[in-house]
């Protein structure tokens, strides 16, 4: 049994965490705030509402399921799930709305009457992104990207062309439907979690599967409970959380670290398993001829956006959100320009408005309504108070002019959250929110190692390695990285006995 730590408690470090306590390790996780969940916390306020601080839309539920199967429990034993029905609304005009129905049969229906043959596009389409889901669930996303060798297998060999690593998904789009509106629809998981389409790889089409086929998702007490569950299962193995415990350094002799520096004090470890921003890790963490990559490294890497969050409480209800609501009134492509080509503040932004007390009751007060409202900007853009409220009142006229009613005068609670703090919470690089994009060579091999090449029992987890930002990727990266070093130290292990 080795004695491990894990630096930091979001989605990556608690799954971590669990697989190696799993193992028999001693495993001891150390988060800088005062409760886990990282980028996925949660917040109650006086007035009776509980906000989500970060994640919303829970797709991939297959994702979820196995890592708690993994250790004996099911989703139904830690928390509710409920499946959303409309899954989401998309807005191009205060009158011009699609609601994206559950049901695939009804959804194809829904394409068909917008495109004449789109549905039979549809079907053909989801074909192949089905085959991609449920290939890169069995054979890419748990590899550790660290060789070539881990894709010869025959599987992926003989798909290595229906996978479309190498083609564009913009164009892949396109070549299914004409259509602005179901261009939209299909391209938005991509604009808001990883790049332009254009530059995007045909891979991620699964991810229209796992949205439009596997379902939207709501965890009932919204996604701390997803959290808890985990800390629960990571605890009951043996693990210990240590909380306003800021890792202030890694320290490493010879070619292997020998433990962390916690609030002044040194503590001794065989291993590391470091779910903190990785940049963060490298460039304070550790010393300079430690780390795996210079600054040079990470100013050519395309981040994924940031994003200017408003957590709003209403005193009364609106009766024409949805839980879901994209508001894609503006022009799509012209916002990601302006968060990947041209950084800046959008002149006409897309914005997303999550409201969760449509359907749980209990994350406001009765007759409330809670409101989550984030708009999609540029990593590492300029960030200040006058900013930020400029937008919150160009946001709320929009999203009045939707409603046909009054939000801003109702406002009981109102935070915003931004680019400085997202620096200051989570230690993100250029303040970003989702990680690295997911362009060609930000993908698989060419994402940042999940080993540290200098010291044997470092290894990483997290949105900025692999597989890649989300919250389903994070679970899988903090398995990955448990896995990784725990054949270290087994191996290590051996050979010291032999």
């Known amino acids: 049994m080795a004695k491990i730590a894990v630096i930091g408690a979001g989605f990556s470090g608690i799954s971590a965490a669990a697989y190696l306590s799993a193992e028999g390790h001693e495993v001891h996780v150390f988060e800088k705030h005062d409760r886990a969940g990282g980028r996925a916390r949660s917040f109650q306020t006086k007035e009776g509402f509980l906000f989500d601080m970060g994640p919303s839309w829970y797709w991939?539920?297959?994702?979820?399921?196995?890592?708690?199967?993994?250790f004996g429990y099911a989703v139904k034993d830690l928390y509710d799930l409920k499946k959303l029905d409309p899954a989401f609304d998309i807005v191009y005009g205060k009158e011009d709305i699609l609601s994206i129905p559950d049901a695939y049969n009804a959804l194809g229906e829904m394409f068909e009457s917008i495109e004449p043959g789109s549905s039979k596009a549809l079907h053909a389409f989801m074909e192949e992104a089905k085959y991609k889901y449920e290939t890169g669930m069995e054979e890419l996303v748990y590899m550790p990207g660290l060789s070539v060798k881990e894709f010869a297998n025959t599987r992926l060999l003989k798909g290595v062309f229906r996978l479309q690593v190498f083609s564009s998904f913009s164009k892949h789009v396109r070549k299914y439907f004409k259509h602005p509106k179901l261009i939209a629809l299909m391209e938005f998981p991509v604009l808001f979690l990883g790049a332009m389409p254009s530059d995007t790889p045909a891979l991620y089409s699964l991810m229209n599967y796992a949205g439009l086929k596997l379902g939207t998702w709501y965890p009932m007490g919204g996604f701390g409970k997803i959290i808890e569950g985990m800390q629960m299962i990571a605890t009951s193995l043996g693990a210990q959380f240590h909380f306003n415990a800021g890792v202030e350094k890694i320290i490493s002799q010879s070619n292997n670290a020998s433990g962390v520096?916690?609030?002044?004090?040194?503590?001794?470890?065989?291993?590391i398993v470091a779910a903190a921003d990785y940049h963060h890790v490298e460039n304070v963490l550790l010393s300079t001829q430690t780390r795996n990559y210079a600054e040079s490294y990470w100013d050519k890497k395309v981040f994924a956006p940031s994003s200017l969050i408003?957590?709003?409480g209403l005193n009364k209800k609106l009766n024409r959100l949805k839980h879901h609501t994209l508001f894609f009134d503006e022009s799509l492509d012209d916002h990601a320009v302006e968060i990947y080509k041209n950084p800046k503040w959008p002149e006409k932004p897309l914005f997303y408005v999550c409201c969760p007390s449509k359907t749980d009751p209990h994350v406001a007060p009765e007759g409330c309504e809670n409101i989550f409202v984030l708009m999609p900007i540029?990593?590492?853009?300029?960030?200040?108070a006058a900013i930020r409220e400029q937008y919150f009142n160009l946001l709320m006229q929009r999203l009045e002019s939707y409603v046909g009613e009054s939000v801003k005068d109702h406002i009981i609670y109102k935070k915003s959250y931004c680019v400085n703090d997202f620096v200051h919470d989570y230690n993100a690089y250029k303040g970003n929110a989702y990680g690295l994009a997911n362009t060609l060579w930000q993908t698989a091999l060419w994402k940042p190692k999940i080993r540290n090449k200098h010291l044997k029992n470092v290894f990483y987890a997290g949105q900025l390695t692999v597989p890649g930002p989300g919250v389903p990727p994070s679970l899988i990266s903090g398995n990955i990285a448990a896995r990784q070093l725990d054949n270290h130290l087994k191996k290590f292990h051996h050979e010291s006995i032999v």
């Not at 520096?261 to 291993?271: E, I, P, S, Y």
């Open 310 to 312: 408003f957590y709003i």
């Open 261 to 271: 520096q916690v609030n002044g004090t040194f503590q001794a470890f065989d291993g």
């Open 378 to 384: 540029a990593a590492g853009i300029q960030d200040e």
């Open 60 to 70: 991939m539920p297959d994702v979820f399921e196995k890592f708690f199967n993994d």
